[in-house]
């Protein structure tokens, strides 16, 4: 009976920056990993970035050096911070953590990007 929910989205203007929140509910058990996904409009679903619970980050080619992911484990909370955003990062972001055997979905959160 977990749930994942997303915060923070909007419309933003190029260059501008956002940061998106998603805190678990329902459980205090910690996932093992924590991921950003995004998926814009006739596009396939791609990784962001992630963060393990011993703390190691990946990020996908196109947001290194522009986006952050941490997380606060006595939060259940896990963020993305995302700076110099481009048109190409419109997208619904999605919050997903890892809970072997199991993966849970956040409902997904628009950002928009003007150009």
């Known amino acids: 009976q977990v749930q994942l929910v997303e915060s923070g989205g909007g419309l933003v203007q190029a260059g501008g920056s956002l940061r998106l929140s998603c805190v678990a509910s329902g459980s205090t058990f910690s996932f093992n990993t924590m991921r950003w996904y995004r998926q814009a409009p006739g596009k396939q679903r791609e990784l962001v970035a992630g963060i393990s619970s011993g703390g190691s980050m990946i990020y996908a080619d196109s947001v290194k050096g522009r986006f952050t992911i941490s997380r606060d484990n006595a939060k259940n909370t896990v963020y993305l911070h995302m700076t110099s955003l481009k048109p190409e990062d419109t997208a619904v972001y999605f919050c997903?953590?890892?809970?072997?055997?199991?993966?849970?979905w956040g409902q997904g959160i628009q950002v928009t990007v003007s150009s």
């Open positions: 997903n953590g890892l809970r072997p055997p199991s993966a849970y």
